[in-house]
Structures are given as structure tokens and as C-alpha cells.
DNA sequence: TCGAAACCTGAGTCAATATTCAAGTTGTAG
DNA sequence: CTACAACTTGAATATTGACTCAGGTTTCGA
């Protein structure tokens, strides 16, 4: 896959081109997280940016191409950030408990891009398609390793990598979009625990985050 | 909570106006379904129909009260088609096995439908909310009387909800949106199997589906 | 200091389409 | 059969907002 630049013609070659076009990305994440695509407009996002509506198509072919943009960095900087607070050494299991700890809080920070990266699926859903398809494979890959360590139960790989993703996505969008409520480490050790044991009452109920509500 | 019946002075009268506004509903989510809510045209949805523009006036109010009607249906269709295939005698364990076969299921014969749903977060958001917090309630609620029961470990039931909410949304989108490359039946499978014993090497590795991939 | 390249400006163009409406057609009660 | 209500029609209206462009201003290497 490669397209980590972006269009060529467009970049900036000064600093001042520099600065205004990170003007411009962050006035376009604030407005196309606020308001969502559509309702977004190009004006709204160089007012926010303190510019004019001409100089977006300086930087930008289109509104789609900005958003697209903003997706592809929504991935670079979730990942990072998660592998950032999940060290190399530790077992799977408390792996899943650190990233889904690191997601939520990476979340919360970044409602907006969040936010856009949902939306993506409908407005660019190649881009969508493959966020969460990079998430899965490295997800699917960690869990695979995990078996052969004799860390997990081996089996099911992929649906398992999907499923706890999907986990992640929607406590993140329940406790760090909708309402903060509870803390990431709160919602992170009722998941964990989940992950860990499952729902079934022969587990052994002590353990990692108490077990009580 | 009460708007059963939707505008009042718009409701059809005779039969021949039922048949129309079925086929408008019916072309409606077609329309949204293939071409998202923005790029689908009320035009595109009369032509569909098989009806005149204005026509369509004489049974919405506009573009977003139909996509809402279209999003409260899909939540009682849900409820309903699971309902259906999930006896209530069963233990919870099993209820969410063929709870997420049914709505697999569900989903892969109604995709446009779904795919209304998910991009109602984004076009009338309070109801995507409430179609959401519906499911939400009534799954916390039962995850509670399992436990009072003994049939499941008690704690977390609020987080748990929502992480197996999301858990069976992004299988949905995965196995029965994207690609039906795997069976129901096996999707829920492999989710019931982490859904019940966790991820961890202690618990037993026999039990329902094998182990096996 | 000078000039070209890079950058900025914002009024104007243009296509798309949600919604309205006045004029017809069909169903049906009496 | 009649007349009114229900329904249908599609051209016209009105708004919106992405994108262009011709002309300025700023930057920076030489």
C-alpha cells in the first residue's frame, strides 16, 4: 500500500505554506468533527483557520481529499499512541488491558478525529475499510503469537480479532465520545476481566480487577 | 419515548396511498442503503418507486423524517427477528450464541438497512442513540439476571453490554456487510466460545465449538 | 536589493437538489 | 351519477456550497 505522501504539487515549500497548511488541517478536523461532513463546509474551515477560501485549494484538491487525509493520520496516531503505552514484554492478556486503557484515553483526546474516522464509512469507505483492516491483521497477527506462546486459548484468530475490536470501538464510543462517566482504567478492567474469563461463572472470580461493579 | 405513529396529517387514507407510501419506504431504504444519505436524492427515491417527485411530499416532511422512520423501523425489526429465534427458557450463555447467529443473520438479508443504521450516528444522531440504548438497557438488564441466577459471573454489567453490543456490530459489518465468507453459525460460534471462557489458557479448551480453527 | 516563485485573496461561477405548488386524475361516499 | 377528498404530477423556485481565477502580497535565494 503506499500512499503516505500526499499529492504532490500541493505540499508546501515555505514555511509560511508550512504553518498554513497545519492551520488548515486542524480547523478541518475541528469543523468536520463538529459538524460532520456534509453539514462541513470549505468556508467554515478556513474561517477557522483564519484564511480565505482560495488558499484551501492550495493545499487540497478537494473537501474529500482533506478528509481522507485526516483519516490515514487518525491511524498513524492511534497506533502510535497505543504502542506507546503497551510495552514490547508483557503477556497478551495484559496487553489487551493496557491498549484498550490507551485507546479509550487516546479517544477521549481526540473526539473529533474519532469521530471522523467513524464517518469515513460512508464518505470514503476504501479509507475506512482499510484503518480497520491494518488494526485487524496486526490484531489477528499478536493473538497468533499469543497461542504459540501458550498465553491464550489457540483458535479463531481473526473472528476473536474483530470481535474485541469491536469491543474497543464501541466502549470508546460509549465512555470517551458519548459520556465520560467512568474512567479508562475503570472501563479498561471490566473488559480485561471479560477477555480474560469470559461470562462464565466456573472462571475463577478473583483475579484482575476485583469483580464487583 | 412515544412517537409510534409517526405525522399525523400525512398518514394514508385510502389504499392506494398505502401501497405508495410502501413503495416509497421500500425505495427509500434502497436508495439510502446503496448511495448513503447524502448522495441519495428524493428524486432518486421516487423514481425507484415508480412515483412523481411530489409525491413524495404528500407522505414525509422531508429527506431526514423518512430516514429517522426508516432507523425506529430497523430497531423493532431487530428486536423482533431476535426475539424470534431466541427462546426464553434458554441460559444466557446460550441466548448470546444464537443471539448473534440471529442478528448475523438478520443483518445479511437486510444490509441496506443496516448500513442506515450506522450512518444514522451521523445524520439524526438521538436516534441512532436511542436505537442503541434501547439494546443497551435491555441487555444489561438480562446480563443482570443471569447472574442473580448464577449462569454468568456478576460485576460489570453496564460495560459488558456495550463491549458485547460492539463486539456483535463489528462482526455484523465484518462477516455479514463486507463478506459472508464464514457461516453464521460459525461466526457465532467463535464469538460464544471468547464470550464464555475469555481468551485465558486456564479455562477448559473443550466445551462448544471445538477450539480448532 | 531584485525578481521569480510561492502564497494569499474573495467575489463570482455553476451544478445539484430539496421543497413547493397549481393543475390534473382517481377513489368513494351518498 | 356526482361531487368532494384523496392522491398524483413535474415544472419552477430557492438555496446552498464546492470550486475557479485573475490579480495582489510575501518570501527568499542570489
Given at each position: ?16 505554506g508550512k ?31 483564519g484564511a ?162
Open positions: 500500500m503506499g500512499g503516505e505522501e500526499t499529492a504532490t504539487s500541493k505540499a508546501p515549500r515555505t514555511e509560511r504553518r498554513t497548511l497545519r492551520k488548515l488541517l486542524d480547523a478541518a478536523a475541528a469543523e468536520f468533527g463538529e459538524r460532520g461532513y456534509h453539514e462541513a463546509s470549505i468556508s467554515g474551515i478556513t474561517q477557522r483557520a480565505a477560501l482560495g488558499t484551501f485549494y492550495t493545499y487540497f484538491d478537494s473537501k474529500e481529499q482533506v478528509f481522507r487525509a485526516l483519516v490515514d493520520d487518525m491511524g498513524h496516531l492511534t497506533r502510535q499512541h497505543i504502542a506507546e503505552r503497551v510495552p514490547g514484554n508483557v503477556d497478551r492478556l495484559t496487553a489487551e488491558r493496557l491498549g484498550l486503557e490507551a485507546f479509550i484515553e487516546f479517544v477521549r483526546e481526540h473526539k473529533d478525529l474519532y469521530r471522523i474516522v467513524m464517518e469515513a464509512q460512508f464518505v470514503a469507505e476504501d479509507a475506512y475499510l482499510n484503518y480497520y483492516k491494518v488494526f485487524a491483521a496486526a490484531y489477528t497477527r499478536n493473538l497468533a503469537q499469543a497461542a504459540e506462546k501458550g498465553e491464550i486459548r489457540p483458535g479463531y484468530e481473526e473472528e476473536r480479532a474483530w470481535a474485541l475490536i469491536g469491543m474497543s470501538v464501541f466502549l470508546g464510543m460509549r465512555y470517551a465520545v458519548w459520556s465520560s462517566d467512568k474512567t479508562a482504567k475503570e472501563v479498561a478492567a471490566a473488559a480485561a476481566e471479560l477477555i480474560t474469563f469470559g461470562l462464565s461463572p466456573l472462571a475463577r472470580g478473583g483475579g484482575l480487577g476485583g469483580g464487583a461493579s
